[in-house]
């Protein structure tokens, strides 16, 4: 059984930083795809970041160049550092991942293309809120 717990949300004005944090429980054998998503309400989960076992990620377009995925296999902890946020990246936070795929597996492109997308596990979310 594996756990996500995000962690590290809050309110900050645009151009400010914030990190989150994703504390992952369990263990698993087999390449791994890590991603964050994204959610406002009435809008479906848009797909962020994702990051996989050789470490490649990939950004949506929408955060490219101002946000970074990454993981600390060490201490099973995923992070999003988000810098120079903007209002439209006022969202609910969830961390996901796929486990036990073979080993050619690499994050789908469909996940930081923002396509509809559904993972083996989900956290709960942390709440982000920019204001301008």
């Known amino acids: 059984q594996v756990q996500l717990v995000e962690s590290g949300g809050g309110a900050v004005q645009a151009g400010g930083s914030l990190r989150l944090s994703c504390a992952v429980s369990?263990?698993?054998?087999?390449?791994?795809?890590m991603a964050w998503f994204r959610q406002v309400p009435d809008k479906g989960r848009e797909g962020v970041a994702t990051?996989?076992?050789?470490?490649?990620?990939s950004y949506s377009d929408s955060v490219k160049g101002r946000f970074t995925i990454s993981q600390d296999n060490g201490k099973n902890t995923l992070y999003l550092q988000m810098n120079n946020l903007r209002p439209e990246d006022t969202a609910m936070y969830y961390c996901?991942?796929?486990?036990?795929?073979?080993?050619?597996?690499?994050?789908?492109?469909?996940?930081?293309?923002?396509?509809?997308?559904?993972?083996?596990?989900w956290g709960r979310g942390t709440q982000v809120t920019v204001s301008s």
């Open positions: 996901a991942a796929e486990i036990e795929r073979p080993p050619s597996f690499s994050c789908p492109p469909e996940i930081a293309a923002g396509a509809p997308y559904s993972t083996d596990y």
């Open positions: 369990g263990y698993w054998f087999g390449r791994h795809c």
């Open positions: 990051i996989d076992t050789s470490g490649t990620t």
